[in-house]
Each structure stands twice: as structure tokens, then as C-alpha cells.
């Protein structure tokens, strides 16, 4: 799916995709549980909406670019620096951000709204383990 390389740790990774889908089903003593810590890192959010937006809306190199393409890839830009700056400005609004990248996946990814939940943990576990892998390779280099 994705070309991007996570940036995050992946027990960050693991956070922030934990608070989305715990905000998105409801759970309300998870996302509180949660909650604290994802406040104190508003880089967080932003950086999990990237690895989900980014992949689906920017140029592809597989593709000839139309004026369909650069819209698209325009409005990931728009999307992603509207949800940067809500964090930074307003620390208080995970929870909405959260909501916010639950909803781009219920649009794009999932098939039905009851898969939205499934979708993200398919995101969350594909990006887990590509931030792993970027870790045991960095790991790997300084043996």
C-alpha cells in the first residue's frame, strides 16, 4: 500500500492507531485511558493521519499525473495541514481529529461503515510493522 516510511517508533504508531479506533468504536475508557498521553504528543495525530492520507491522495510515480491527480494531491496537502494545525493550536482536539481520520478511512478504505473499525486495525497493523522493519533495519546498519 504505502511507500511512506513511518517516522514514529511503533509503539507510537501502535499509540496513536489505538486512540483512533478507540475513539471511532466508542470506547470511552480507553480513549480517556489513552487520552493524556496522545495530548502530550500533538505531533501524533497529524502524523498518523500522513501515513493513512498521504499514500491515497499524492502522485503516484506508477501513473501518468492528470489534473485529477494533482487536485487529489492537493487536497491530501490541504487535509493534512488543516489536521497539523488544529493539533498544534488546539492540543484538546484529539478526540476530533481522531473522528476526523476515522471518517477519511470510512470514506476511502472501508466497504461499509461496521468495517471502519476493521480497516483501521489493518492500517495499524501494516504500519506497525513497517515501522519495525525500519527499526531492525537501522538496528541492522550499526552492527
Given at each position: 500500500?504505502?511507500p ?6 511503533p509503539?507510537?504508531?501502535?499509540l496513536?492507531f489505538d ?7 466508542g470506547?470511552d ?12 504528543l500533538?505531533g501524533?495525530?497529524p502524523?498518523i493521519?500522513?501515513l493513512?492520507v498521504?499514500?491515497v ?5 506508477n501513473?501518468?499525473p ?6 487529489l ?5 490541504i487535509?493534512?495541514?488543516?489536521i ?5 493550536h ?7 481529529i ?7 478511512v470510512s470514506?476511502?478504505?472501508?466497504d461499509?461503515?461496521?468495517?471502519v473499525?476493521?480497516a483501521l ?9 513497517r515501522a ?5 533495519n ?6
Amino acid at each position: 500500500m504505502s511507500p511512506i516510511v513511518p517516522l514514529l517508533p511503533p509503539h507510537l504508531v501502535q499509540l496513536g492507531f489505538d486512540y483512533v479506533l478507540a475513539v471511532e468504536a466508542g470506547d470511552d475508557a480507553t480513549a480517556a485511558r489513552l487520552a493524556p498521553e496522545v495530548e502530550q504528543l500533538p505531533g501524533l495525530l497529524p502524523a498518523i493521519a500522513e501515513l493513512i492520507v498521504f499514500p491515497v491522495t499524492a502522485l503516484s510515480d506508477n501513473t501518468d499525473p492528470c489534473a485529477d491527480s494533482f487536485v487529489l494531491d492537493e487536497v491530501g496537502v490541504i487535509y493534512l495541514m488543516a489536521i497539523r494545525e488544529w493539533a498544534t493550536h488546539t492540543p484538546a482536539a484529539a478526540p476530533g481529529i481522531a473522528r476526523t481520520i476515522a471518517h477519511f478511512v470510512s470514506q476511502v478504505f472501508a466497504d461499509a461503515p461496521k468495517d471502519v473499525v476493521q480497516a483501521l486495525q489493518a492500517l495499524r497493523d501494516e504500519q506497525v510493522e513497517r515501522a519495525r522493519a525500519v527499526v531492525e533495519n537501522v538496528v541492522a546498519l550499526h552492527r
